[in-house]
């Protein structure tokens, strides 16, 4: 539930502009009105090559427990009743695939497939553009995390409401040391350490300061990153640690052995 100050800054009633791939209308099957008092958009980065995990198939698309990895993560949100809109964004040649496993799943709220840039800000970006006018929180998370969960989604849209950035965090486990030409050079202080997870959510007006920043040649790996580097307060929530990103294909099998066991 949304208190008005917090979320009706807009009139409540509008129409979301058609979803577009590249000026095309996408043809979906949801309704072209959404009206909300507290709309909350999510941004699904999918766009990637995987170079780090090295399959022919980008890690985002590869199945694990009967769909992709990217299915899991657009599941999550659709189940989440504080999320109203979700945007998948997919490399140029992967539009129709995504376009067809969005219908095969009947994923409603996804209103639009955007195409990816080279670089993960750049597909944002692009995101960004199919936002729905009446977006009040803008999450962005990464498609290659599949175990994300309902709370983590809401406790990130809730920071974000009241301090206009969040990230979502966990702890570093393993001790951390600074290494210089094959020499330790320090043993750092993990304590106030965090991994930064996805998703991050932001307040329409900040998350719009950070797309006109003109920042996207920086080498952003997240957003807050951009947040916090036009001064915006970013809260840190603690989030699941089990939101791994697949990243190398050891991670896939961890993924996996989660999924079967939390069916
Ligand atoms: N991503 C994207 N567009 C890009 C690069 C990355 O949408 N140009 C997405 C990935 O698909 C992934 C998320 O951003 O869901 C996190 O990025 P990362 O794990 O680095 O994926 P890749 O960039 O694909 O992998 P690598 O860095 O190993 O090449
Ligand atoms: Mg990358």
């Known amino acids: 539930v949304c208190s008005s100050d917090l979320c009706g800054m ?3 009633r509008q129409s979301r502009s058609r979803s577009t791939i590249r000026g095309q209308p996408v043809s979906r099957s949801q309704p072209d009105v959404i009206s909300s008092d507290c709309m909350n958009a999510a941004i699904i980065v999918a766009a990637g090559t995987g170079s780090r995990f090295g399959s022919d198939v980008p890690k985002q698309f590869l199945e694990v427990a009967g769909r992709p990895i990217v299915a899991h993560a657009i599941s999550t949100f659709e189940r989440a009743t504080s999320i109203d809109s979700v945007i998948v964004v997919v490399s140029e040649d992967r539009v129709g695939y995504a376009t067809d496993f969005l219908s095969k799943n009947n994923f409603t709220k996804v ?4 195409v990816g840039g080279d670089t993960r800000a750049l597909s944002v970006r692009s995101g960004a553009e199919q936002l729905p006018e009446g977006a009040q929180i803008v999450l962005i998370h990464d498609g290659a995390r599949p175990l994300l969960n309902l709370a983590d989604i809401d ?4 920071a974000a409401r009241s301090k206009g950035a969040a990230c979502l965090v966990a702890p570093v486990t393993e001790t951390i040391k600074r290494v210089e030409n094959g020499i330790v050079d320090a043993t750092v202080d993990r304590a106030p350490l965090r991994r930064a997870l996805t998703p991050q959510a932001f ?3 900040v998350f719009e300061a950070m797309m006109e920043s003109g920042d996207s040649g920086l080498a952003t790996t997240d957003e807050c990153m ?7 307060e970013v809260a840190a929530v603690e989030g699941d640690s089990a939101n791994i990103k697949v990243t190398h294909p050891h991670d896939l099998l961890t993924v996996e052995a989660f999924l079967r066991s939390n069916g």
């Open 226 to 232: 951009l947040a916090e580097r036009l001064g915006f």
């Open 111 to 114: 209103t639009a497939v955007a």
């Open 203 to 205: 307040r329409r007006d």
């Open 155 to 158: 406790a990130v849209i809730n």
């Open 10 to 12: 807009r009139p409540t």
